[in-house]
């Protein structure tokens, strides 16, 4: 007999770490998005970011909410500052829940011929080594409290090939299966890791970067429902995967892209 698995949706009581939480000015990123559904279901927000003001707006956003946050400023590319950052959310509230590892840049541009070798190796310590280490520092604390939910952000560039340059899709690549080893690793422990793989949504990464309204146009196209995203469409899946709702859900990678990896 099929017994149906009863949950709490609320966060209520948990500790969420979220990094690049802050966005530029009022824009919407995926970290920022994230951070503030997370308050909104009652979890307190460790809003990390390497621009302290853009977090510190994050926060405000969330206290104007009623919600609970508080501002790192770090770098996830070093050790030191994501162990400082996990130190901190676990002195002030005493635990680590949920780990949103959002941060990510383009990287360099150009092929294996022509791309810049220091910016290729500091790029994956940013998009990749970051999430190692942010689980390193967080995973001891859920295994005391016996779970935990990790979701990390990856993009469709890692899932399909096409890509104009190698960095990113190279190290999109590496979060979707870092996801699926560490989903294994810790599943008896009761720790869920899960990846969402956003299609190019409206970000300030993505306007910062000059998009063309054609450009725009076209990835609009290319995809089922033909409408552009936002932070708000990828900081959903990311709730979902964060709360008790997806309790039997690891491992996964969870295209956030109106279709655009499904088919043609
Ligand atoms: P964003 O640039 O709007 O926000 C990212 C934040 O991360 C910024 O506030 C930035 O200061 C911070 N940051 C960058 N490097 C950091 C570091 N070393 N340490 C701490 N903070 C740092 O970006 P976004 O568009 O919201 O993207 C967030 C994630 O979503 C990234 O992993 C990105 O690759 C992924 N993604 C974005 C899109 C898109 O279309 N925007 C598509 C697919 C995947």
Redesign the pocket.
């Known amino acids: 007999e099929a017994k149906e698995r009863t949950f709490d949706r609320s966060l209520k009581g948990r500790v969420a770490i979220v990094?690049?939480a802050?966005?530029r000015a009022e824009?919407i990123?995926?970290?920022r998005a994230a951070a503030i559904l997370l308050a909104r279901d009652g979890a307190r927000v460790l809003l990390?970011?390497?621009?302290q003001e853009?977090a510190q707006r994050t926060q405000e956003m969330i206290a104007e909410e009623g919600g609970e946050a508080m501002v790192c400023a770090?770098?996830?590319?070093r050790n030191e500052d994501c162990q400082a950052a996990v130190a901190q959310a676990v002195q002030q509230w005493g635990r680590v829940d949920i780990l949103v590892n959002?941060?990510?840049?383009g990287g360099p541009k150009g092929t294996a011929v022509d791309l810049d070798l220091e910016e290729w190796d500091q790029a994956l310590r940013?998009n990749v080594t970051?999430m190692m280490l942010m689980a390193r520092h967080s995973i001891p604390h859920m295994l005391q409290q016996g779970r935990g939910s990790i979701i990390n952000?990856a993009?469709?560039?890692g899932l399909i090939g096409g890509h104009p340059s190698l960095l990113y899709p190279t190290s999109k690549g590496a979060v979707v299966n870092m996801t699926r080893a560490m989903a294994a690793h810790h599943g008896a422990q009761g720790i869920r890791v899960n990846c969402v793989a956003?299609?190019?949504?409206h970000?300030?990464?993505?306007y910062a970067r000059g998009m063309s309204e054609e450009v725009r146009e076209v990835r609009r196209k290319r995809s089922f429902l033909q409408i552009e995203g936002s932070?708000w469409d990828v900081g959903h899946a990311i709730r979902y995967l964060a709360s008790d709702e997806s309790g039997w859900v690891t491992g996964t990678i969870f295209p956030v892209d109106a279709g655009a990896t499904a088919g043609r």
């Not at 770090?74 to 590319?77: E, T």
């Not at 959002?102 to 840049?105: A, F, L, S």
């Open positions: 990094t690049g802050g966005s824009g990123g995926n970290g990390i970011d390497a621009v853009w770090a770098d996830v590319s959002n941060v990510g840049i940013v970051s952000v993009s469709v560039a956003p299609g190019m949504v970000t300030p990464m993505v932070g």
